[in-house]
């Protein structure tokens, strides 16, 4: 299928913030990319639009029975001035078993891709070049049919956005606290844990709230059945340094399947450390704070990579892990990753996809 492009008279008429000033998804580019889809055509009318407004009927499915699904990833800058984007078919294959499980139809993989290419060459000017900064690409998908009742639509918009993004640490990597939820939770087998679908994500603010109001940056949240092992941490995986080994819970449907789990643990394979993705409890974890063979605790995800876990608070009371510092292999993961996306590093597994 052909890409049409449509250009912006608008170009530069976007105000382009300072990269000291980007912080996270406050920004859109100049353009979008969208694609129509209806039962009897499937996929057409593939094109780049100045970035602009969408018109929805206000019975559109998606407004009423949530049927969404979107990603998140990124481009970065070389410093040679090529631009890569890091394991997009990972992401692109994630959001095909996200559709399949809302009932949506599926972005042929090759054109979900050159899509994300054609865009950010157009909009390459902004592409922030300061350290740690990138772009950060969201591919969404969305039912578009007029019509109330519970069932499938047969009319889908599937569109990307691009938000030039800051550093994640300005001011280097800092330990976060964390909350662990013992009451409220995020997602029970035979759900849609493991789907990047927009339903997740509005019932877990209420628990993010409460945890801010206490001082809290995340929430930890356990498994829905017993409240008894650790599953996630807000929008991030989690792992856990402890008696030598590290341990990360299996993927078991309740669970996101992260790009960047999937790297720290490749990363960590190939380095001969021990590994498993096994159950944990929180007694463990909790346990593992007091006698100190907790050593590092850190959460994953595509929007800071790794994010060492400093504090965590479980029925009313404050665990310090590994007082409160950055622990090396922390420290280790979030150079190589970084310095395999940014070209500083050798790419044994073969992440980055150049654009130019
Ligand atoms: C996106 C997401 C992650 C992290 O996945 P990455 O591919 O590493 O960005 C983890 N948990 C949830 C709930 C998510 O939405």
């Known amino acids: 299928m052909e890409i049409k492009f449509i250009r912006s008279k608008a170009i ?64 970065y800058y070389l410093e040679d001035g090529g631009i890569v984007l890091f394991r997009p078919e990972k992401y ?20 979900f891709l050159r899509a994300i290419k054609e865009l950010i060459l157009l909009d390459r000017g902004w592409i922030p070049k300061s350290d740690g900064t990138s772009l950060y690409i969201r591919p969404t998908m969305i039912a578009v049919e007029p019509g109330l009742g519970v069932r499938p639509s047969e009319q889908y918009l599937f569109y990307i956005v691009l938000c030039p993004v800051g550093a994640y640490y300005p001011e280097g990597f800092n330990p976060t606290k964390i909350y662990v939820s013992d009451e409220y939770i995020r997602a029970a ?124 608070y479980y029925k009313g009371k404050d665990f310090r892990v590994a007082n409160g510092k950055i622990g090396e292999l922390s420290q280790k993961l979030y150079e190589e990753i970084t310095g395999i996306q940014y070209g500083r590093r050798e790419d044994p597994f073969g992440w980055r996809v150049r654009i130019t």
């Not at 976007?14 to 209806?38: C, V």
């Open 189 to 312: 087998k035979g759900g849609v844990g493991e789907t990047k679908t927009s339903g997740n994500y509005g019932p877990t603010l209420f628990v993010s709230q409460q945890a801010a109001k206490k001082g809290y940056t995340q929430v930890l949240w356990l498994d829905a059945k017993e409240l008894h092992y650790v599953e996630e941490v807000g929008t991030s995986n989690i792992f856990f340094f402890i008696h030598d080994e590290l341990v990360t819970p299996p993927l078991g449907g309740t669970i996101l399947p992260g790009v960047t789990r999937d790297s720290v643990l490749q990363l960590v394979r190939r380095w001969g450390l021990k590994v498993s993705e096994r159950l944990i409890s929180i007694e463990e974890v909790i346990g593992g704070c007091k006698n100190g063979s907790l050593k590092e605790m850190f959460a994953t995800g595509t929007a800071a990579v790794i994010s060492p876990v400093g504090e965590i």
């Open 12 to 75: 530069g008429q976007k105000s382009r913030p300072k990269d000291s000033e980007l912080g996270f998804g406050k920004y859109t580019t100049d353009h979008m990319f969208l694609m129509d889809y209806t039962r009897l055509k499937g996929w057409h009318n593939a094109r780049i639009e100045p970035y602009q407004e969408l018109r929805l009927d206000p019975t559109a499915m998606v407004l009423h029975y949530n049927q969404e699904v979107f990603e998140g990833l990124k481009a």
């Open 92 to 111: 692109i294959e994630r959001m095909q078993a996200s559709a399949r499980r809302m009932v949506m139809p599926e972005v042929p993989p090759d054109l």
